[in-house]
């Protein structure tokens, strides 16, 4: 079964969104059409973390659709708003004493999780890294977006909107984060190595919720008068710029590059409040995670990062299938 009639049925599934694919990334690969998995259950648990976001709808449709195409089991599970690294803890735990064949994790906290990769490890039992993955070499490979390019794109069509010149304001996850900290370097490089004319303003960090993000946002609006843009380096950071545009009345004096989607983000580039966003590729993420967990379980060699694409999106192409297929609530 080709991978796009796959994508073309799950769009009913996880709803609207839309984009333009600049650097989408899609397996060649099929599924087997006799599983030689049928003598024995294959289990795959994915562990990843924020289960509530959005972000992670069509990740687990992904996942189970390729756990349909290969005939394995897989389960989703992760924390929930406001739980603790504990609770990422003990779901790893019982997902070890169920004896997985792999494992495919998002780790809240790199160091916590050490000492059970390492049990896993000496049982024999494969890490596989999702999105942000696990710091930790035991980790076979890593199947993210490339999140470095993702900050050099939404750099490039920053420098676009403001005519590449002026300053301009970063508001990015804790530089503790590796997706955040990839997206700011991206972003950042891109500007210093290609737009002599741009200043970048002090970067403000947080993983705050919405109303500590729209404070921080705010501040710089007021402490930087003539600032041009801001780039969100996150979906609810996006959300956060947006709330405090519209709560100084600043709407189209400032230029907003957001990432992600999520409803809010995409009213607000409907709106012309956010000029536009890079979307990640999560139904990819899914499928791929599930199908490299099965080449790994195989004895395949497998690259030490696997990037499932990003692209732009704005409203020019919002309404774009191919954008549609990317996007969620």
Do not use: C
């Not at 956010?274 to 967990?293: C, D, I, K, M, R």
């Amino acid at each position: 079964m080709k991978k796009i009639l796959i994508y073309l049925l799950l769009i009913a599934i996880i709803g609207s969104g839309a984009l333009q694919l600049t650097t989408i990334a899609t397996t060649q690969q099929s599924a087997p059409t006799n599983s030689i998995y049928e003598a024995e259950e294959i289990y795959i648990p994915i562990i990843i973390k924020g289960i509530e976001s959005g972000f992670w709808r069509p990740v687990e449709v992904g996942a189970h659709q390729a756990a349909r195409d290969y005939g394995v089991k897989v389960t989703f599970e992760g924390t929930r708003r406001g739980e603790t690294v504990q609770e990422q803890l003990d779901i790893l735990e019982e997902a070890l004493a169920n004896s997985p064949q792999v494992i495919v994790l998002s780790a809240l906290d790199s160091r916590a999780v050490t000492p059970y990769i390492e049990s896993a490890q000496a049982i024999g039992i494969p890490i596989i890294g999702i999105d942000s993955g696990v710091d930790s070499p035991i980790v076979r490979t890593t199947v993210a977006t490339d999140n470095y390019a993702a900050g050099a794109l939404a750099a490039d069509k920053m420098a676009e909107f403001i005519e590449e010149e002026g300053e301009i304001g970063i508001a990015s996850l804790s530089p503790e984060s590796r997706v955040g900290a990839d997206r700011t370097d991206g972003f950042v490089d891109t500007i210093i190595q290609n737009y002599p004319n741009i200043e970048i303003i002090p970067i403000a960090y947080s993983e705050g919720g919405i109303e500590e993000l729209t404070e921080i946002a705010k501040k710089m609006l007021i402490d930087y008068p003539d600032i041009k843009g801001i780039f969100g380096g996150s979906g609810i950071i996006t959300e956060g710029i947006v709330s405090a545009i519209k709560t100084l009345n600043k709407e189209g004096q400032v230029v907003v590059v957001g990432f992600d989607s999520g409803r809010r983000v995409i009213e607000a580039i409907r709106e012309g409040i956010v000029v536009g966003a890079v979307t990640q590729n999560p139904l990819e993420l899914g499928y791929q995670a599930v199908e490299t967990a099965v080449r790994v379980y195989r004895g395949e060699r497998v690259p030490e990062f696997i990037d499932t694409g990003f692209a732009w999106y704005d409203n020019s192409n919002i309404d774009n299938p191919e954008i549609q297929r990317l996007l969620y609530d």
